[in-house]
């Protein structure tokens, strides 16, 4: 008989369980929210997003980028209290409807346009800023605001006579156990035993009047919080922080599902998940939770756990809610050094180097993990994420900007058409010039490609070559814009006067309906073909080239 919930799946629930209670105990902290919070949302988000999503191990919980920016919305407006739960609930259910809205339209792959290298510097900025302003609870002080790291830090070597020796001596304990545990893998629940460690070293020193910082009542009420009237919330900065959520929350969630995905070798359904994601954040936004996302560090150890299906999550989010309930009394009593050594432990992933030694090792995207990194710690948290998102489209466009094109020739008696300039033995077709642009044609490339067309002409003419023939290659080009078919003819309009006939060949379903429509003058339909280079050039030099083969070659 087949088990329901597989044992593997269960072990793995509660691995994650571990690590979920100390961190979403710590990023309510850094938004500025009551423990709470981060634990509703924990609970919540990875129930509900089993209901729609169907990948194995991710993990959808209260995120570390998520709460920075809730941090930082509360270090711009001064806000606190009800007023920033307020505005935590309106970001976290606008990040929630445009995850639901996205899923819809079957927007899915959007965060393709996301460079991984932007997000890697991005990711370890974020670290950076969130293990500096978790180092002074670990020397039993109180941490300044998540932009402003150099201050904690500041506050820690001015103020010697604050440390706190038994928070100091617990901290190097508890980052000892966690070494130790990573050095033995994911699979085991290190960082329960930390929390149960912390906790009794807590309570003991507490009977002796030698108690530690601890993160105090936890109140799991589920209960709706008290919203403010509209005119008290500050609604454009509702829209930016709802949307910066969002991004962050869609860049990480893409990254733990994309590893999930590939360790179990499923094929994905990103709409479906970004479906569980939106669900999870209005849910999550209605219980007074903080915004949701499949964690990376808690969804790389339910993978390492062995996680084969969605009960992984199931079971993490019933045992934390299991675990608060019953034990909410000693909850109160865990020190916020050790919250702050497990999370510093989480979040010190992406500072390995591993990840990003692999750019300089390439020797591609270097300036651009440096420079989303820097941003981060310069710009802060909102304001670096805006900087890393217009990194991205900056080096799209660069590229789409900055266009390839490739000269073809036939490779040797095939039917192959390659780069001339890769392969020497590829030689040209007499009359004919063939070219490939080697990215999408669009308004952003079109004046460029054509350009460099004319001056293969120019050099050609020069070197005494006749060419009579331009076919173009069209097989990048999955749709044309006006723009772009305004340069076309305007390119065509030249042609024609130097008695130069242009073909098109692999040219999409779209692109050939529109240019069938457009009528171009010196772009019969006959001379769109949506077959291969050798094709037309076979029929072009079967015909002889006449000056009326547009009208007699059938290339479709």
């Given at each position: 008989?087949?088990?329901?919930?597989?044992?593997?799946?269960?072990?793995?629930?509660?691995?994650?369980?571990?690590?979920?209670?100390?961190?979403?105990?710590?990023?309510?902290?850094?938004?500025?929210?009551?423990?709470?919070?981060?634990?509703?949302?924990?609970?919540?988000?990875?129930?509900?997003?089993?209901?729609?999503?169907?990948?194995?191990?991710?993990?959808?919980?209260?995120?570390?980028?998520?709460?920075?920016?809730?941090?930082?919305?509360?270090?711009?407006?001064?806000?606190?209290?009800?007023?920033?739960?307020?505005?935590?609930?309106?970001?976290?259910?606008?990040?929630?409807?445009?995850?639901?809205?996205?899923?819809?339209?079957?927007?899915?792959?959007?965060?393709?346009?996301?460079?991984?290298?932007?997000?890697?510097?991005?990711?370890?900025?974020?670290?950076?800023?969130?293990?500096?302003?978790?180092?002074?609870?670990?020397?039993?002080?109180?941490?300044?605001?998540?932009?402003?790291?150099?201050?904690?830090?500041?506050?820690?070597?001015?103020?010697v006579e604050s440390w706190h020796p038994s928070s100091i001596i617990l901290s190097i304990i508890a980052a000892l156990m966690l070494w130790w545990g990573k050095t033995r893998g994911s699979a085991y629940?290190?960082?329960?035993?930390?929390?149960?460690?912390?906790?009794?070293?807590?309570?003991?020193?507490?009977?002796?009047?030698?108690?530690?910082?601890?993160?105090?009542?936890?109140?799991?009420?589920?209960?709706?919080?008290?919203?403010?009237?509209?005119?008290?919330?500050?609604?454009?900065?509702?829209?930016?922080?709802?949307?910066?959520?969002?991004?962050?929350?869609?860049?990480?969630?893409?990254?733990?599902?994309?590893?999930?995905?590939?360790?179990?070798?499923?094929?994905?359904?990103?709409?479906?998940?970004?479906?569980?994601?939106?669900?999870?954040?209005?849910?999550?936004?209605?219980?007074?939770?903080?915004?949701?996302?499949?964690?990376?560090?808690?969804?790389?150890?339910?993978?390492?756990?062995?996680?084969?299906?969605?009960?992984?999550?199931?079971?993490?989010?019933?045992?934390?809610?299991?675990?608060?309930?019953?034990?909410?009394?000693?909850?109160?009593?865990?020190?916020?050094?050790?919250?702050?050594?497990?999370?510093?432990?989480?979040?010190?992933?992406?500072?390995?180097?591993?990840?990003?030694?692999?750019?300089?090792?390439?020797?591609?995207?270097?300036?651009?993990?440096?420079?989303?990194?820097?941003?981060?710690?310069?710009?802060?948290?909102?304001?670096?994420?805006?900087?890393?998102?217009?990194?991205?489209?900056?080096?799209?466009?660069?590229?789409?900007?900055?266009?390839?094109?490739?000269?073809?020739?036939?490779?040797?008696?095939?039917?192959?058409?390659?780069?001339?300039?890769?392969?020497?033995?590829?030689?040209?077709?007499?009359?004919?010039?063939?070219?490939?642009?080697?990215?999408?044609?669009?308004f952003g490339n079109a004046l460029p490609i054509f350009t460099r067309i004319r001056r293969l002409i120019t050099t050609r003419n020069t070197q005494n070559l006749e060419t009579s023939t331009i076919i173009?290659?069209?097989?990048?080009?999955?749709?044309?814009?006006?723009?772009?078919?305004?340069?076309?003819?305007?390119?065509?309009?030249?042609?024609?006067?130097?008695?130069?006939?242009?073909?098109?060949?692999?040219?999409?379903?779209?692109?050939?309906?529109?240019?069938?429509?457009?009528?171009?003058?010196?772009?019969?339909?006959?001379?769109?073909?949506?077959?291969?280079?050798?094709?037309?050039?076979?029929?072009?030099?079967?015909?002889?080239?006449?000056?009326?083969?547009?009208?007699?070659?059938?290339l479709n």
């Open positions: 008989m087949k088990q329901f919930v597989p044992t593997i799946d269960i072990w793995a629930g509660l691995v994650s369980a571990s690590v979920l209670i100390p961190t979403a105990i710590a990023y309510s902290g850094i938004a500025g929210l009551p423990p709470e919070a981060g634990l509703v949302a924990s609970i919540v988000g990875g129930l509900v997003y089993t209901l729609f999503g169907r990948t194995p191990g991710a993990i959808v919980t209260s995120t570390s980028s998520s709460a920075a920016i809730i941090a930082t919305a509360g270090e711009t407006f001064n806000i606190t209290g009800v007023t920033l739960q307020s505005v935590t609930f309106f970001a976290t259910a606008m990040a929630g409807i445009i995850f639901t809205i996205m899923a819809l339209f079957k927007l899915g792959r959007l965060s393709n346009f996301i460079a991984i290298s932007v997000l890697r510097g991005y990711t370890m900025g974020l670290s950076v800023l969130i293990i500096l302003n978790r180092l002074p609870h670990i020397f039993g002080m109180t941490p300044g605001g998540l932009n402003s790291p150099f201050t904690s830090v500041w506050q820690i070597l001015t103020h629940p290190v960082p329960l035993g930390v929390l149960i460690m912390g906790l009794f070293v807590n309570i003991s020193l507490s009977a002796y009047g030698y108690g530690l910082p601890d993160i105090g009542t936890v109140s799991m009420s589920f209960e709706p919080i008290h919203i403010l009237g509209f005119t008290e919330l500050p609604w454009k900065s509702l829209v930016l922080y709802g949307t910066l959520i969002f991004i962050v929350l869609y860049a990480e969630s893409s990254t733990s599902i994309a590893l999930s995905n590939n360790t179990n070798h499923i094929t994905p359904d990103e709409n479906r998940d970004i479906l569980g994601l939106g669900a999870a954040n209005i849910v999550s936004a209605c219980a007074s939770g903080t915004p949701v996302g499949a964690g990376f560090s808690q969804s790389a150890t339910s993978i390492s756990a062995g996680a084969h299906t969605v009960w992984a999550s199931r079971v993490a989010s019933i045992t934390l809610l299991i675990s608060v309930l019953a034990f909410d009394q000693f909850v109160a009593y865990i020190p916020m050094t050790i919250i702050s050594i497990i999370v510093i432990s989480a979040v010190a992933g992406p500072l390995d180097g591993h990840t990003v030694k692999q750019f300089f090792a390439w020797r591609r995207d270097r300036l651009l993990v440096i420079t989303s990194f820097v941003g981060v710690i310069v710009a802060g948290v909102a304001d670096g994420l805006l900087f890393t998102i217009a990194l991205s489209i900056l080096a799209l466009l660069r590229r789409l900007a900055n266009p390839r094109l490739a000269q073809l020739g036939q490779l040797g008696g095939s039917h192959d058409y390659v780069n001339i300039k890769r392969l020497t033995d590829a030689k040209e077709i007499p009359g004919m010039l063939i070219v490939r642009p080697d990215e999408p044609l669009f173009i290659s069209m097989e990048e080009t999955p749709d044309l814009d006006g723009t772009t078919i305004e340069v076309m003819h305007t390119f065509l309009n030249q042609m024609t006067s130097q008695n130069i006939k242009v073909y098109l060949c692999r040219v999409k379903n779209k692109p050939y309906k529109v240019l069938s429509r457009a009528k171009l003058e010196g772009l019969k339909k006959q001379q769109i073909s949506p077959r291969s280079v050798d094709y037309v050039v076979s029929k072009l030099t079967e015909s002889n080239t006449t000056e009326n083969n547009a009208t007699t070659i059938k």
